[in-house]
């Protein structure tokens, strides 16, 4: 059997030229997609932060967190655990950065509820000291002696549930924090409209 030889001018002819152009071609496009979605992602990542700079500036809130619910990839369903991961979260002096060490955590029966609650009213406030003692949540914000949380819906995707939440140490939130948070809830369901 006689081996096959190829050389460029064999290869030019053959349409190999077709082949080389397209394939560096789509090389130059996926690259250019890539870059153009990080710059997109990391002008969204400054949007929030901005955000929140607005509402620890503006309020009584001591923490603000943006996180995000799912089961590991999928829809949730019945028989699979759900977990809370925070993806953006910024705190006063004096209460502790907590995204280090709340990714993938599954989640009680509490937390369930309370996101259940959010699904239904897309955002409510509720007193820490209501929430069932010994959750996981309530241990959370006992802590960091947060007295007070504003629970928001951002966006459900189907496959995960992005909501926020803004916490003092005060008794109560005001009017005015009330407002603040109006405005940054608009603006956070904005920036994660394209979210997937």
């Given amino acids: 059997m006689r081996a096959l030889k190829m050389n460029w001018i064999d290869f030019l002819n053959t349409g ?15 690259g250019l997609e ?9 002008n969204a990542i400054s949007d929030i932060y901005d955000v929140f700079n607005r509402v620890i500036d503006d309020s ?28 953006h979260e910024m705190s006063t002096r004096g209460v502790d950065q907590i995204k280090g060490q709340y990714q993938s955590i599954h989640i009680d029966e509490t937390y369930i509820r309370l996101l259940q609650r959010l699904t239904e009213k897309k955002e409510f406030e509720i007193y820490t000291s209501e929430i069932e003692p010994g959750s996981f949540l309530r241990l959370t914000y006992d802590k960091e002696q947060l007295k007070r949380v504003y629970m928001f819906e951002i966006k459900g995707n189907g496959d995960n549930y992005y909501f926020g939440s803004f916490s003092t140490q005060a008794q109560e939130f005001t009017d005015n924090d009330r407002l603040a948070f109006r405005l940054a809830i608009d603006k956070l369901r904005k920036i994660f409209a394209n979210e997937k």
Avoid: E, F, H
Avoid at 16 to 30: D, F, Q, R, Y
Avoid at 37 to 42: Q, S
Avoid at 61 to 85: D, E, F, M, Q
């Fill in 34 to 42: 890539r870059r153009r979605n990080y710059k997109k992602a990391l």
């Fill in 16 to 30: 190999g030229v077709v082949v080389l152009v397209t394939t560096i071609s789509n090389a130059i496009v996926k």
């Fill in 60 to 87: 009584n809130a001591n923490r603000v967190l943006v996180l995000k619910s799912s089961n590991g990839g999928s829809r949730p369903t019945i028989g699979v655990n759900l977990y809370v991961s925070v993806l």
